[in-house]
């Protein structure tokens, strides 16, 4: 069946540091892969998405690139804020196998200290 | 604006009760899921339905209950055989054809069993 592993956390960088969060995923199919975002007491959010292989999602200052061969979507961004503060999920859908249904890591909290 | 509602944001409820989640979508989404999450923990999916008047089982669906009339609405029942019922439920809708298939959240139920 389909997996996704993140890094484990929890992770706590000072501003403006480099933020990497890994993500491998196991899936039979042909995924989409995801990152999403959830704030304290919030639900989640889709941060960024890349729907095949060497496509790079990004969104507000974050990148992750779909790696097929090392079957990876590692998430990174230059300069974290005390504002990105939040827990990251790591996700994948795989029409063909999972019928529209999401695999979901485990999530990896981020602190930021100004 | 499109999205989904999930209400109340907090409940209360004694042991023994059964007690009744609800979620709304407007996006015209086939697809509709529920999930539970813990502190410090990732998602669980509890049901999930993919058409008006159908729904299957997710990994934890013991003690649970749905049901989904109408496109728009898929109510979650936590009844009195849930053993642990207290946790963040959260709600989330997709597209079942196309791709990607990403899920739209609600802001999340925290339900609080004593």
């Known amino acids: 069946g389909n997996s996704v592993t993140q890094m484990e956390g929890p992770v706590t960088l000072s501003e403006e540091a480099f933020l990497t969060i890994n993500c491998t995923y196991t899936a039979t199919g042909y995924p989409s892969l995801f990152w999403y975002v959830q704030y304290p007491g919030e639900g989640l959010q889709l941060l960024l998405k890349?729907?095949?292989?060497?496509d790079k999602g990004s969104n507000k200052g974050f990148e992750a690139t779909y790696r097929k061969e090392t079957t990876s979507f590692h998430l990174e961004k230059g300069s974290v804020q005390v504002s990105d503060s939040a827990v990251y999920f790591c996700?994948?859908?795989?029409?063909?196998?999972?019928?529209?249904?999401?695999?979901f890591g485990d999530g990896t909290t981020l602190t930021v200290k100004p | 604006d499109g999205g989904i509602t999930q209400s109340p944001k907090y409940l209360f409820r004694k042991e023994g009760q059964n007690v009744t989640l609800s979620c709304e979508q407007n996006?015209?989404?086939?697809?509709m899921y529920w999930y539970r999450q813990d502190p410090g923990q990732g998602l669980r999916l509890i049901y999930y339905?993919?058409?008006?008047?159908?729904?299957q089982k997710g990994d934890i669906a013991e003690g649970y209950s749905v049901s989904r009339e109408k496109k728009e609405s898929f109510p979650l029942t936590v009844t009195s055989a849930q053993k642990n019922p207290t946790a963040f439920y959260l709600c989330a809708s997709s597209v079942t054809s196309g791709n990607p298939f990403e899920q739209y959240f609600g802001p999340g139920t925290r339900l609080t069993v004593t």
């Open positions: 996006l015209n989404h086939d697809a």
């Open positions: 339905s993919q058409i008006v008047n159908d729904f």
């Open positions: 996700a994948l859908s795989d029409r063909e196998t999972n019928a529209g249904k999401s695999t």
């Open positions: 890349a729907t095949k292989a060497d």
